[in-house]
């Protein structure tokens, strides 16, 4: 079993819609959630984090988290042809260093 | 503020040589790591350096070794180069050895022929 799950997509969205991106962790340790932003030839973005349970909103994106079901969730509302990219959720034990753990990604088309 | 630079952005090398990456961290940042991205993956964690020192290390073989230099800048030293090596090595800083908030160069992508 994988650490952390996602389903390598592409997930395709006509612009304007709600995108869903989800992931599930193996590890329970895992205290902070984290997503990052891929464009394609470029290194991954820090755009979302969160560390309780429930919802975080920030602009158009907000992340989900639920830690009795080790699921985290990423909504983009108002999905735009600039939010085409990979979205790789990651996660992190307390503590120590920064070892964060990715996912393979979620590659996003918003479709105009 | 000046972001994280890495270098060389591309470069190729034969199965058995040795290579060394370089990263400036972001200013105000006194943590690096190293990731390694094979193509269709996600990163993975290489190791750490925090005040000159390695504090942590994940799956990789000793020839991945690093520095750290006074000013938080960092080298990724790979020995014995083999196929697999083949990916794009990303530098991360960041302020804290564990906050798990990521700030990525560009990165280095490695082909090993």
């Known amino acids: 079993q994988k650490e952390v799950e996602q389903n390598s997509g592409p997930l395709s969205v006509p612009e304007g819609a709600i995108a869903s991106l989800n992931c599930t962790y193996s590890?329970?340790?895992?205290?902070?959630f984290f997503w990052y932003r891929q464009y394609s030839g470029k290194s991954p973005e820090l755009i979302m984090f969160?560390?309780?349970?429930g919802d975080k909103e920030d602009g158009r994106f907000t992340a989900q988290l639920n830690k009795a079901s080790q699921y985290v969730s990423l909504l983009i509302r108002d999905s735009q042809p600039s939010d085409s990219a990979t979205y790789l959720c990651?996660?992190?034990?307390?503590?120590?260093?920064?070892?964060?753990?990715f996912g393979i990604g979620t590659k996003l088309q918003v479709i105009p | 503020e000046t972001g994280v630079t890495q270098s060389p952005t591309h470069l190729i090398k034969t199965r058995g040589q040795q290579v060394t990456l370089r990263c400036s961290s972001q200013?105000?940042?006194?943590?690096v790591s190293w990731y390694q991205q094979a193509l269709g993956q996600g990163p993975q964690f290489i190791f750490q350096?925090?005040?000159?020192?390695?504090?942590g290390r994940g799956n990789f073989p000793p020839r991945f070794s690093g520095l750290q230099f006074p000013n938080y800048s960092s080298e990724l030293n790979v020995n014995a180069l083999e196929l697999d090596d083949s990916a794009l090595y990303l530098c991360?800083?960041?302020?804290?050895?564990?906050?798990?908030?990521?700030?990525f160069g560009e990165g280095s992508r490695l082909t090993v022929l």
């Open positions: 590890d329970r340790g895992s205290q902070s």
């Open positions: 350096y925090y005040r000159e020192e390695e504090n």
């Open positions: 969160i560390y309780s349970n």
């Open positions: 200013s105000g940042h006194n943590t």
């Open positions: 991360a800083s960041s302020f804290g050895r564990n906050t798990g908030e990521l700030f």
């Open positions: 990651a996660v992190k034990r307390p503590g120590g260093y920064q070892k964060v753990t």
